[in-house]
């Protein structure tokens, strides 16, 4: 177990720059939270839930995948060795969630070669970011428990630092971190893992939204009704870390060049599912949303607290973001209120 100076950490991510990309917390001109290229001017760590998870660090939300010159393929591999600095422990486990989705028939080579090269630094929640957090309900914070390389606890003035890989644990093996040496360092660290799960409300209705999923889903007219209102602007499926759909478009570029590139798409635009003979099997935003609500609530969710990956990891950007109120909390009070 380390610790280190909040004020020595611009400089070991300075440090640091010398031979990775590191994308950290960085303030916009307007007081934004944007994770960015670190720059010591922007560089802070005075921030709360970006409006916008990093899954962008390994599936961008366009990108190139080939490029077509002269009749041959060239593939369009741009990814650096990157530090991840200060994901949250939600966020971290929808990057674990999407990595399962990219790996899990044929390894994805992009999202696959990005998430091998970063090293994720976690900056483990002492409190909820705001009221729609349920991290705690879902299992996926508010401090990670796996698969991560560093992690870093809020004590004051420092951060106390662990480290979760041998890569992690080279990376702060030297100054400015320093030992913390007392010996119950593991005591206190369960300690602050325990009030800060604690401090995150457990939102019992996920639970009871789960079970009426899985004994057979929910009232239809809950469906018809959200569909209803939902504009599918496709702003919940965007700012969420576990959404991985994605579309393929080719351009030409030159008489005789193009590329093909992918692009973020959402389960919720009606063109998503529509097949080559016109045929759409999913035909109304009620279907459509049905279906994306029980993929994050009853496919994927958390069986196990160390390993489960879940479908939802309660960040509550959904919630935030939807301009008719159909985030995951809506959803599920919708479901167990059986209002409709
Ligand atoms: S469904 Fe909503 S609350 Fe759950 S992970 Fe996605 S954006 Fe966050
Ligand atoms: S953000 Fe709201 S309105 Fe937009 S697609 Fe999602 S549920 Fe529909």
């Not at 970011?129 to 990670?144: D, I, L, M, R, W």
């Not at 994306?292 to 935030?320: F, M, W």
């Amino acid at each position: 177990m380390k610790l280190i100076e909040k004020t020595k950490i611009k400089g070991v991510l300075a440090e640091w720059s010398k031979d990775f990309n590191v994308l950290c917390p960085s303030l916009t001109p307007n007081g934004d939270c944007l994770f960015d290229d670190f720059d010591p001017q922007t560089f802070t760590l005075e921030y709360r839930k970006p409006s916008m998870p990093q899954k962008r660090s390994c599936f961008p939300q366009a990108e190139k995948i080939f490029d077509v010159r002269e009749g041959s393929f060239v593939p369009a591999y741009n990814h650096k060795k990157t530090v991840l600095f200060g994901i949250r422990a939600c966020d971290h486990m929808g990057l674990r969630q999407s990595k399962s989705f990219f790996t899990r028939d044929i390894v994805d080579p992009f999202f696959g070669c990005r998430s091998e090269d970063t090293v994720i630094v976690v900056h483990a929640c002492s409190w909820p970011q705001n009221e729609t957090c349920f991290c705690t309900t879902v299992h996926s914070g508010p401090y990670a428990t796996a698969d991560f390389d560093i992690q870093l606890f809020d004590m004051g003035t420092d951060f106390l630092v662990e480290a979760g890989s041998d890569k992690g644990r080279r990376m702060i093996s030297s100054s400015p971190f320093r030992d913390f040496d007392v010996d119950d360092a593991q005591e206190r660290l369960e300690r602050v893992k325990h009030m800060a799960f604690n401090s995150i409300p457990i939102v019992e209705e996920v639970a009871e939204a789960m079970d009426i999923l899985k004994a057979g889903g929910a009232n239809e007219t809950v469906w018809e009704h959200l569909g209803r209102k939902c504009i599918a602007c496709g702003g919940c499926v965007y700012v969420c870390p576990t959404c991985t759909c994605f579309t393929i478009h080719d351009r030409v570029t030159s008489k005789d060049s193009g590329e093909r590139v992918r692009t973020w798409d959402t389960c919720l635009f009606e063109g998503f599912t529509k097949e080559a003979s016109g045929h759409n099997p999913r035909p109304t935003q009620a279907l459509r949303l049905k279906r994306r609500h029980e993929h994050k609530l009853l496919h994927y969710n958390p069986v196990d607290i160390q390993t489960a990956l879940s479908g939802c990891v309660g960040c509550g950007r959904c919630s935030d973001s939807c301009p008719v109120h159909i985030g995951t909390l809506e959803v599920v009070k919708a479901i167990t209120d059986h209002i409709y």
